[in-house]
């Protein structure tokens, strides 16, 4: 059991010390956490061929946002975009040289985006019109997935003599993603008719773009704060724990100034424009242990958001706790265990429940979230007396939060109530400090 506590101390001691390196180049609490772009030839024309890009987001907590995913390469040689369905480019290019039939993008670095929702049937295609939001794997599947359809000429018509485009990058919507070079893979296999007819693509490659967070944003997004039922007072979020960058142009927390301050269309791309803190987050994690039962203990959890510009859809929350195992009731979030290793259980993933509350609104009364977890003691694991009943790490939508250092954390008690329902009144809470300190 002591080795068991020391090996979470010393993680906890490598997060604090270094929050973001781990973020930076390799998710220890997903691994395999990527985006796949795979380009399959199904079929070839008379100056080129007809393509099908697919985009799978395989990142178990981090989603792409609106407004949505962009793509981007170069050309190996001239080619042209003649059509597209399910996605547009943003720059048609100079096309001056083509007569009659112009194409839809004559760029030598295209860059393609989603089509928005509703758009007519003629402009549709598998997994499109999202407006390039992609929800992670973890949340969604079905919805982690988006595709096109293109026409490319003058680029060769077969497999010897078409080349593979170059110096692909990916925003999501932001920077952040580091992509690999085209590689060729055995052609990508469909069924149909029933499953009963096997099809090959004519040449498949794929591209692999992996997330740096320190890529993404100079500095941190979100921080962890902390409180117990027996103590009154907050450990808040460090101080400038997410930059004072902003603290000369936030709005005080006045009913007055916050209205005129919100935009009528709160969107996940408006600038930020935060709520006046201490830490200067425009999310914060806070982490309550609320009750301490004879044989359970109860945590609740709040995320918080002090951003007036910014709502968030299907949100994300992923945190590393010892006792995550032995998870018996949430409440009013969505729970699922994230399981990296077989013989460890200690991850998991929240969000929201859909039309419920997988919006987080924009700062103000209602800019919040909230659930409630009842965690089971287990003597050969975790206890209260034993170990720590606050997270090791928390990431909001893929970004880990700040977190306070190990001799911030509130003290907690040892001894458990003796009855199942706890009391939160003054005289219980003196009570349970003398049977500490006796």
């Known amino acids: 059991m002591e080795i068991k506590r020391f090996e979470y101390l010393v993680v906890l001691f490598c997060c604090f010390i270094s929050p973001l390196t781990f973020a930076a180049a390799y998710d220890l609490l997903d691994p395999h956490g990527r985006i796949d772009i795979k380009w399959d030839v199904m079929s070839w024309t008379p100056d080129g061929y007809v393509g099908v890009v697919t985009i799978n987001n395989n990142q178990m907590y981090r ?49 393609i985006v ?21 929800t992670s794997r973890g949340q969604d599947p079905a919805a982690s997935v988006s595709s096109f359809q293109l026409s490319v000429g003058l680029s060769g018509t077969s497999n010897k003599t078409v080349r593979l485009p170059k110096n692909f990058y990916l925003l999501g919507p932001g920077p952040g993603y580091t992509c690999s070079d085209a590689t060729i893979v055995p052609p990508s296999t469909f069924f149909s008719s029933g499953g009963r007819r096997k099809t090959y693509a004519m040449m498949s490659w794929t591209v692999t773009c992996s997330y740096s967070q ?57 600038p930020p424009l935060l709520q006046c803190t201490s830490h200067m987050c425009p999310i914060r994690v806070h982490w ?70 997988d919006l987080l609104p924009e700062a103000g009364p209602h800019g919040n979230v909230q659930s409630e977890l009842i965690f089971q003691k287990d003597s050969n694991t975790f206890t209260l ?10 990431y909001f939508n893929g970004d880990e939060c700040v977190m306070l250092p190990p001799d911030a954390y509130p003290f907690l008690p040892n001894i458990a109530h003796a009855s199942p329902i706890a009391s939160s009144t003054v005289p219980a809470v003196l009570l349970m400090i003398l049977l500490v300190f006796w």
Not at 114 to 134: A, H, T
Not at 289 to 307: A, D, E, S
Request: charged share 15%.
């Open 385 to 394: 007396e034993r170990g720590w009943v606050f997270p090791l790490q928390v």
């Open 214 to 270: 320190t890529l993404a944003s100079k500095y941190p997004k979100c921080c962890l704060s902390l409180s117990s039922f027996y103590n009154p007072m907050i450990t808040p979020c460090p101080s400038c724990a997410c930059g004072c960058q902003n603290e000369n142009n936030c709005i005080m927390n006045d009913p007055k100034f916050s209205s005129m301050a919100k935009s009528e269309t709160p969107l996940s791309y408006n």
């Open 63 to 111: 989603q792409i946002t609106r407004p949505g995913w962009t793509i981007g390469w170069t050309w190996a040689k001239k080619e042209v975009i003649w059509s597209m369905v399910g996605a547009q480019a943003t720059d048609q290019g100079d096309c001056s040289k083509f007569k009659g039939n112009i194409p839809h993008c004559c760029s030598r670095n295209p860059e």
């Open 288 to 357: 309550h242990v609320k009750t301490n039962y004879r044989n359970h203990w109860r945590v609740k959890i709040t995320i918080t958001n002090f951003n007036y510009q910014m709502n968030y859809t299907k949100w994300t929350l992923v945190v590393q706790h010892p006792n995550l195992r032995n998870v018996t009731d949430v409440y009013r979030f969505i729970y699922k265990p994230l399981t990296l290793y077989e013989s460890i259980n200690d991850t998991g993933m929240f969000h929201g429940i859909k039309y419920y509350n």
């Open 114 to 134: 989603d089509l928005p929702p509703g758009v007519p049937i003629n402009q549709q295609f598998s997994y499109c019109c999202k407006d390039g939001e992609l």
